[in-house]
């Protein structure tokens, strides 16, 4: 995207207050100005949020994130092997990877932790048997949040992830995903897209390059798209032989992990989660204690060599 469509949008958007996610299903630092974005987002009172594969976090460059003003980093870490790593990230090696994220993470320390961060594990066939391993190694780390995601299949295209049991249940009965009322995508040449999920861009409500980016989320097109789900009107949104919403698994609660892309079903549930910070849609970001932070941050210092063995070795 270019630094001045970027620089529209943040102004159309910025008196709305909105968190800015620098990601759609990309790698957010193969923009090579990743760090000015970062700032203009910051400079217009918002908060700059990317989730990163690590591959290409070299200190300078998570130096220069930091003081730019990053509000959050998630590190995606999926495998806790090198096996398993390098069978799943083609051509990234995961000492690399690692060390990038423990460079940043002692960065970050040493600025007194402005950035909050997590780690994210995709949990499938391949990665299962490694989550606890994942859990135990990196909940040492100074990281705010170690979260496990489950695995998401978009278009049906996965078959590791089948929803066929879900979808037997009458369609009037079928959740109402969140995702519009919560997130808007917009592509690199301004298309915008209802579905911040819908990768291939199935159902675009305009173009922010010529439309004022808060009237595309409140236009005919999006409150359609909103209707259309309220009333399980699935195929008005899709087109023959391009299925979106019917297909996807966000639409369900698909493990204990995924409750969290359904509008809730009971608002008071939801208010008491929120207060008990359970794992609910509404649930408030977590963040670790300073004073646990920086012991951990001490130890990573003091043991990174033996952290890295540990990790890098297979499970038996």
């Known amino acids: 995207m ?29 923009h090579p100005k990743i760090v000015e974005i970062v700032k203009i987002v ?15 976090l070299k200190p300078a460059k998570a130096k220069a994130l930091i003081e730019a003003g990053l509000d959050k980093i998630e590190f995606s870490m999926s495998g806790a092997s090198k096996r398993t790593y390098d069978s799943i990230y083609k051509g990234a090696k995961y000492e690399k990877t690692l060390n990038n994220m423990l460079d940043f993470l002692e960065l970050n320390g040493e600025a007194g932790f402005p950035v909050h961060t997590r780690s994210v594990f995709v949990e499938e066939k391949k990665t299962v048997k490694e989550k606890e391993k994942y859990l135990e190694c990196f909940t040492r780390l100074p990281l705010d949040d170690v979260y496990i995601s489950p695995l998401i299949n978009m278009f049906g295209w996965n078959e590791e992830l089948d929803i066929s049991s879900f ?29 911040v999920f819908d990768y291939d861009s199935r159902y675009v409500i305009g173009n922010a390059r010529e439309d004022d980016t808060l009237n595309l989320w409140n236009n005919e097109r999006m409150a359609e ?92």
Request: net charge neutral.
């Open 2 to 30: 270019s630094i001045e469509l970027f620089e529209k949008i943040i102004e159309e958007l910025r008196d709305s207050q909105p968190f800015i996610d620098l990601y759609l299903q990309g790698e957010p630092l193969l």
């Open 42 to 56: 910051k400079a217009n009172g918002l908060l700059p949020r990317i989730t990163t594969n690590t591959t290409l």
């Open 167 to 195: 979808k037997k249940r009458p369609m009037k009965d079928w959740p109402i995903c969140k995702s519009p009322w919560r997130q808007l995508g917009i592509n690199a040449d301004g298309t915008t897209r209802a579905c």
């Open 225 to 316: 798209f909103r209707k259309a789900l309220i009333d399980r009107r699935y195929k008005d949104v899709e087109e023959q032989g391009l299925p979106l919403c019917t297909e996807c698994s966000q639409l369900w609660p698909t493990s204990p992990l995924a409750d969290t892309t359904q509008l809730p079903d009971n608002f008071q549930k939801e208010v008491d989660a929120f207060f008990k910070k359970e794992q609910y849609g509404f649930m408030a970001t977590k963040y670790l204690d300073p004073g646990v932070k920086k012991e951990k941050l001490h130890y990573i210092k003091q043991h990174r060599d033996e952290w890295l063995e540990i990790v890098l070795a297979d499970v038996v």
